[in-house]
Nanobody
C-alpha cells in the first residue's frame, strides 16, 4: 500500500517559519513529480508547490513565491516545504501528493496519491 506521511505542521505566530516533510513509502514516487497542496474547510484544495523527480525543477503558486521553497531528498524518500514569513492566511491543512507520470501539475485531480495532511495554523 502506497503511503505518504506529512509532518512538521503546528501553531506559529505571524512572521515565523515552518518546514513540512513528506515521507513516501514507495521509492517509485521519486522518479516522478510530487507536490504540496493546501486546503481550508469549505474551499477547494489549492496548489502550493511542485517538484520534478530529479529535484531540478520547481513550480510555485505565484502568490507564495519568495516565501516558500520546495526540495526533495530522494535518498530519504522525502520532500520538504520550507515556509517563511508565515501569514494568518496561510492557515490550512497541507497535503503531500504524488503521481506516476511526468510533468508537474497544478490540478489536484491529476495526483492519485495523497497523505493525510498536516495542520498549519498561523495566529498571534
Amino acid at each position: 500500500q502506497v503511503l505518504l506521511v506529512e509532518s512538521g505542521g503546528g501553531l506559529v505566530q505571524p512572521g515565523q517559519s515552518l518546514k513540512l516533510s513528506c515521507v513516501a513509502s514507495d521509492r517509485t514516487f521519486f522518479r516522478y513529480p510530487m507536490a504540496w497542496f493546501r486546503q481550508v474547510p469549505g474551499e477547494d484544495r489549492e496548489f502550493v508547490s511542485g517538484i520534478n523527480g530529479s529535484g531540478t525543477s520547481q513550480v510555485y503558486q505565484t502568490s507564495l513565491n519568495g516565501r516558500i521553497r520546495i526540495s526533495r531528498d530522494n535518498a530519504q524518500n522525502t520532500i520538504y516545504l520550507q515556509m517563511n514569513s508565515l501569514k494568518p492566511e496561510d492557515t490550512a491543512t497541507y497535503y503531500c501528493a504524488a503521481k506516476t507520470t511526468v510533468g508537474i501539475e497544478i490540478s489536484p485531480d491529476l495526483y492519485p496519491f495523497w497523505g493525510q495532511g498536516t495542520q498549519v495554523t498561523v495566529s498571534s
